[in-house]
């Protein structure tokens, strides 16, 4: 199993380097994409600070995974990989193989650090010198 991990971990944040640095640096060739798919790639580069922001985030995620530090690095990959699944199953099915591929190593990268987030799913127990908002908003202060 900590094989399956370690390979998962660095080919994903190989992955996320990679086509991160392409943004900046564009040395991969660009396929050709349908026109919906096009437009929409327009309106984030028009934005003049959403694609910068999208390739930075590959770039940190993708290297924090290398640096196996996978628990922040799923966090921080994790809406774009939401965002890359959603990208090609609407506007340009053709790259859905390798869309599927990243969710699938993102997935099983969570569900192997599952321990690390436990902490964001547990409920937290105020306490008693903290009160709750309720209390705080039922029952007036006296200076």
């Not at 984030?44 to 993708?62: D, H, K, R, Y």
């Not at 997935?107 to 902490?119: G, Q």
């Amino acid at each position: 199993m900590k094989t399956a991990v370690v390979i998962a971990r660095i080919l994903l944040g190989v992955i996320f380097v990679v086509f991160g640095l392409n943004g900046f640096l564009q040395f991969l060739p660009q396929p050709a994409m349908p026109q919906p798919a096009v437009a929409f790639f327009g309106g984030l580069a028009a934005s003049g600070f959403m694609l910068p922001t999208l390739f930075a985030t590959q770039v940190v995620g993708g290297a924090l995974l290398l640096l196996g530090m996978v628990p922040l690095g799923v966090v921080i990959l994790a809406p774009v990989i939401v965002h890359i699944v959603e990208f090609h199953v609407f506007l340009a099915p053709a790259g859905l193989p390798l869309a599927v591929l990243v969710a699938t190593l993102a997935l099983f990268l969570a569900w192997t650090h599952r321990s690390a987030y436990r902490p964001l799913f547990a409920a937290s127990v105020p306490s008693a010198s903290m009160g709750t908002l309720a209390e705080d908003a039922r029952v007036p202060r006296r200076a």
